[in-house]
């Protein structure tokens, strides 16, 4: 071996580049929210007439990469998307498609990917990743040596741990890791931020003190380089041990491929082995199987989801290892990430803490999956697509019609906080692919993006008629959106038709879907009450069927016995007099044609942003027609209209408001609607912000949120729900499940990530409905008329269109089953005032309690007016 250490000196950024005179490109927000701002000056200086920018990045499913596509104008090319998950980002601008620019204003920078620039965003699951405080963490030295190998002189990066001693009489374990096919050496500190995982774990006491050397593995023959070159230099640099018991060797992806052919080739040089994501050429001797597992204290093996390209080579290192009897471990798949760095990263953190001392834990880590098969696709020209995994992969594939085209790109609502992004297709033979995922459960659209013009996906038989280029599909699961946009079984949903009438106010003859729940009856006594929902601007009348899922919401919640039986008129708004054409056309046309009242109390109007707009109009100008009102991301740009407050809130019964956050162009107008309402006495509800963009995902949650809260009276079956907020003295919330005089106090709440945890012993109870045998099922309890979840021996009904999920599963003595109970709810001491309600609720902070297996009660910390709800106090009496 011949290798010489040339020197080691403090490590230094690489080279920045000059920060541009205008303001930086990219903000990032406290809340996770980033938006970008490309000059157009800056644009077509580079690249003469532009048509086109995105800002690429991993903002993907999976943390895979995206494209954020950037709306211009006369300045340039803005575009904001969020929340981001907590954890390091790095992207570049592309203009057309094929030319890319390092944002200059990004003083980050990444050797290996000139155009990549990086941000960080702290919080929760990313500690690990932020920086340590100064003068706490380890030190990163550049080390420089001959490469016999590549003939030249060459450079490795090395940290050494916080109080790292050159006269230590123990010399230190070292750590070999490498980086990918396409990296630098520099990659595992620019990108995969293994500085300050590996201060972070120093820190907490979780590693043991050891040097690593991050070399350059970019050679013909990398075992040579390694032990010839990069071992011998790192000792003669460093204090590290020469003894095989205390070196380890671990890489990323072609990183891991070597780390394998390197323990194959060389077992017992290296006692603890990691690969993340890497591959395995070739068999494994009996000879050389047992001289591995006799050499080797660890090996680890690890993998991303169904998106890494080493998931099935992950299958074949194992069959491999099993084969030839190699011990090791699997670390289990990675079901959140692919092939990247938000995969590595998490690797390091739970490889490192297993080198050169004791470990109990040999399994995988928490929430991992087991990998039993490969991951294979359907043939070729396999119709329809996307094809679609139980566990949220998606697959898309075009036709051959784009085999000629250059960049084809599928565009749609799966981006963080279901912002629109592009995820880019690959060339395969004369088709297009790729999978990507996991997508969380709930309803999707999207379109292809071919040589940056719009085109629909012609394999996917779902179509929009307003968006001509759009298709659809549904991920199942169950979150709430995946259980209230999936479809209920055959024969058991609703049914909807079209009503055709006569427009007087565009002149035509015109047509509305109508949903009419199962066991409709048109000669029913009593009239069904009727609910008018309506579309948005540049949509029609059956968007809320072909994209906002109407039928499957109002089916669901049907089924779980949470929504009064109605019909749901969906008309056409466009080019009209809406309260004119409403009020003189399409309720005339629903009366005569189906069985719905004419009562304004069993009457409801809503839409979504115009149909918003155009909703609030109406029942503005028209107090008193229309008992119920929700209003979907609207309010007003002109100004309030006027109005008779007495006269509206006298026939008003709900008035329930909805929007996305800031994102949502509407947010303003809808602060600004909140205002005018508070400052003239309108009786209104709003539940928070949501999280989103001006788009169905947000307008979906509202209308889940909204039905069950229609038509529910002062005379409607069930148990009575009050809530009510009062300014207390600081304290910890409380809740009360008890008789009269026999309360059980849960106290000292604490922070558990998105839910707060109390301790204290919970009685048991069992509580069956009050309403009816639908509802019921079984077991489960109604607040005011709409069902809640309490958990039966037979079932859970669902209550999350509540906002909050209180179960208790056994009996308690003094109510037997059977028995009738009511609630009152009312908060605990010091829950919050009203306007520290209102602030958690306008930054989407949420609350929620988790008190063991026997109870769960989820509920929105506040909300910005109106009555105040939260995590409050619950008593449960029996009923005289």
Do not use: C
């Amino acid at each position: 071996m011949a290798a010489t250490a040339m020197a080691t000196t403090a490590i230094v950024a690489a080279a920045q580049p000059a920060l541009a005179e205008d303001e930086p490109w990219v903000e990032v927000t406290d809340g996770g929210y980033v938006s970008f701002d490309v000059p157009r000056e800056y644009m077509e200086d580079e690249f003469g007439e532009v048509g086109q920018v995105v800002a690429e990045g991993n903002f993907g499913p999976g943390a895979n990469w995206a494209e954020l596509g950037l709306p211009g104008g006369s300045g340039g090319w803005t575009g904001t998307m969020g929340p981001l998950e907590p954890g390091l980002y790095y992207y570049q601008i592309t203009a057309d498609d094929f030319n890319t620019v390092k944002d200059p204003t990004n003083p980050t920078s990444v050797e290996s990917e000139p155009e990549w620039s990086t941000f960080f965003v702290p919080g929760e699951g990313a500690e690990l990743l932020a920086d340590v405080p100064d003068n706490q963490g380890g030190e990163v030295t550049t080390l420089t040596y001959d490469s016999t190998v590549a003939g030249e002189e060459r450079s490795a990066l090395v940290w050494t741990p916080p109080d790292y001693d050159e006269a230590r009489a123990d010399p230190y374990p070292v750590l070999y890791l490498n980086h990918g096919g396409g990296q630098s050496y520099r990659d595992w500190v620019e990108v995969g931020r293994a500085k300050q995982i590996l201060d972070n774990l120093a820190l907490e006491g979780r590693i043991e003190p050891m040097v690593v050397v991050m070399p350059n593995g970019n050679v013909s023959d990398y075992e040579a380089e390694l032990l010839e070159n990069v071992i011998p230099a790192a000792r003669a640099g460093y204090h590290i041990s020469s003894e095989d018991s205390h070196e380890a060797l671990a890489g990323l992806s072609l990183g891991g491929l070597r780390t394998l052919s390197t323990l194959l080739g060389n077992p017992g040089e290296f006692s603890h082995i990691g690969s993340f994501a890497g591959f395995l050429f070739g068999g494994i001797g009996d000879a050389d199987a047992q001289a591995i597992n006799d050499g080797t204290d660890l090996l680890r093996i690890y993998t991303g989801n169904k998106t890494d390209v080493a998931y099935n080579a992950t299958v074949n290192v194992m069959d491999t290892f099993d084969a030839a009897g190699v011990e090791y471990e699997f670390d289990g798949v990675n079901p959140d990430h692919g092939h990247n760095w938000d995969a590595w990263q998490e690797a390091l953190i739970d490889f490192a803490p297993r080198l050169f001392q004791d470990v109990d834990d040999h399994g995988m880590s928490e929430g991992h999956l087991a990998l039993e098969e490969e991951f294979d696709l359907p043939a070729p020209g396999t119709t329809p697509t996307p094809w679609i995994t139980d566990d949220g992969f998606v697959t898309f594939e075009t036709t051959t019609e784009f085999a000629d085209a250059e960049h084809v790109t599928v565009w749609g609502n799966w981006g963080p906080g279901n912002h629109w992004v592009r995820l880019e297709l690959n060339k395969a033979g004369d088709r297009w692919r790729g999978t990507f995922g996991p997508l969380e459960p709930g309803a999707y659209h999207y379109r292809l993006i071919v040589d940056r013009q719009a085109v629909k996906d012609e394999s996917n038989p779902t179509w929009v008629r307003s968006e001509p280029t759009w298709s659809t599909f549904y991920v199942a699961g169950d979150t709430t959106r995946g259980t209230y946009l999936g479809d209920v079984p055959e024969g058991e949903g609703g049914e909807v038709s079209e009503m055709t009438y006569d427009s007087t106010e565009a002149g035509e003859e015109r047509t509305s879907l109508v949903w009419t729940p199962p066991n409709y009856d048109a000669d029913r006594e009593q009239p069904y009450p009727v609910l008018y929902l309506q579309h948005g601007g540049g949509q029609t009348y059956s968007d809320w069927i072909q994209v906002g899922r109407a039928k499957q919401i109002l089916d669901n919640h049907y089924l779980k016995g949470d929504l009064e039986p109605m019909v749901v008129v969906m008309s056409n708004g466009n080019g009209v007099d809406f309260p004119t054409e409403l009020l003189e056309n399409i309720v005339p046309a629903a009366e005569s044609q189906y069985n719905v009242s004419d009562d304004p109390d069993r009457r409801a109007l809503a839409g979504l942003s115009m149909g918003g707009g155009q909703t609030l109009d109406t029942v503005f100008s028209h107090p008193g027609e229309f008992a119920y009102v929700g209003s979907f991301s609207a309010g007003f740009f002109g100004g309030m209209p006027d109005v008779d407050v007495d006269e509206f809130n006298e026939g008003t019964t709900l008035l329930r408001l909805y929007n996305g956050d800031f994102t949502d162009f509407t947010y303003n107008s809808v602060l600004n609607a909140i205002t005018t309402f508070d400052e003239i006495g309108i009786d209104y509800e709003f539940p928070g912000f949501g999280i989103g963009p001006h788009g169905w995902n947000v307008w979906q949650d509202a209308l889940i949120d909204f039905v069950p809260r229609l038509f529910r009276g002062e005379d409607a079956e069930g148990i009575e729900l009050r809530a009510t907020v009062e300014e207390a003295a600081p304290g910890a919330l409380a809740m009360t499940i008890a008789d009269y005089g026999d309360a059980v106090e849960l106290v000292d709440a604490g922070n558990a990530g998105d839910r707060l945890r109390f301790e204290g012993d919970l009685p048991t109870v069992v509580v069956t409905d009050s309403r009816n045998d639908r509802q019921a099922r079984g077991g489960g309890w109604a607040v005011s008329g709409q069902v809640s979840a309490f958990t039966a021996d037979e079932e859970v009904l669902g209550g999350e269109h509540l906002g909050w999920t209180p179960r208790v599963k056994t009996p308690r003595p003094g109510l037997e089953r059977g028995d009738r109970v009511r609630t009152v709810l009312s908060n605990g001491p010091g829950l919050a005032t009203p306007a520290r309600l209102a602030e958690a609720s306008a930054e989407g902070r949420f609350g929620s309690a988790s008190l063991g297996a026997d109870l769960v009660l989820e509920a929105p910390v506040g909300t910005a007016a109106g009555e105040y709800s939260g995590t409050m106090t619950v008593s449960l009496f029996p009923v005289d």
